[in-house]
């Protein structure tokens, strides 16, 4: 068990821990982005940010990790990963070529997905997603709809984070191709918020 020091769900530091034997690391995106560090009754359904998860995947990497079981499920997020990505390296610009704001919500400002500055380490580590839900990014049976509510999204913003991951995984297609969009309706991609994409 290793701990660090983690940007939390709402921007604050948190101490967040991973697991490393024999080269695999155990990463819980919930250690860094859970429901759990949330003081009681607080929410943030549009602004919370998946960064920390992306800090722990490195500190694992930092660590010599050359597999890392990422364990996704109990977020406080629903950001599509975004915020794990920049983490790692990726940057989401709007259109006047500024960072977005953290969270799901500010996604809907997205006009490019640069994703050269991504961790190059990530191409020679296998990760494995162990995901209990098969819920797709967006739609009826989404991220948003199905998981928003635990997470303190009102209708409204169930609606606004659903347009906001639609446009997300648009935008995403121009950076990685037409496998975004089949991507964003595969079984899992709506977990924890979407970081399943």
Do not use: C, W
Not at 111 to 124: H, I, M, N, Q
């Amino acid at each position: 068990r290793r701990e660090v020091r983690v940007t939390g769900p709402l921007g604050n530091e948190v101490t967040a821990a991973y697991a490393l034997k024999d080269g695999t690391a155990v990463v819980e995106m919930a250690e860094a982005s859970g429901l759990q560090l949330l003081p009681e009754g607080v929410f943030a359904p549009l602004t919370s940010t998946t960064y920390g998860s992306g800090e722990l995947i490195r500190a694992a990497l930092d660590a010599g990790a050359r597999t890392i079981v990422f364990d996704v499920g109990g977020s406080a997020t629903t950001d599509g990963g975004a915020g794990m990505l920049a983490a790692l390296g990726a940057r989401f610009l709007d259109s006047d070529g500024e960072p977005v704001a953290p969270g799901g919500g500010p996604l809907k400002d997205l006009a490019t997905a640069d994703l050269s500055g991504l961790d190059p380490r990530l191409k020679d580590v296998e990760i494995v997603l162990a995901s209990d839900v098969d819920n797709p990014l967006t739609g009826p049976k989404g991220a948003p709809a199905v998981y928003g509510p635990q997470k303190g999204a009102e209708p409204a913003d169930v609606a606004a984070l659903d347009a906001a991951l639609a446009h997300y995984a648009t935008v995403l297609e121009k950076a990685i191709g037409p496998k975004a969009a089949e991507y964003a309706q595969s079984p899992g991609a709506g977990a924890a918020g979407g970081i399943g994409y």
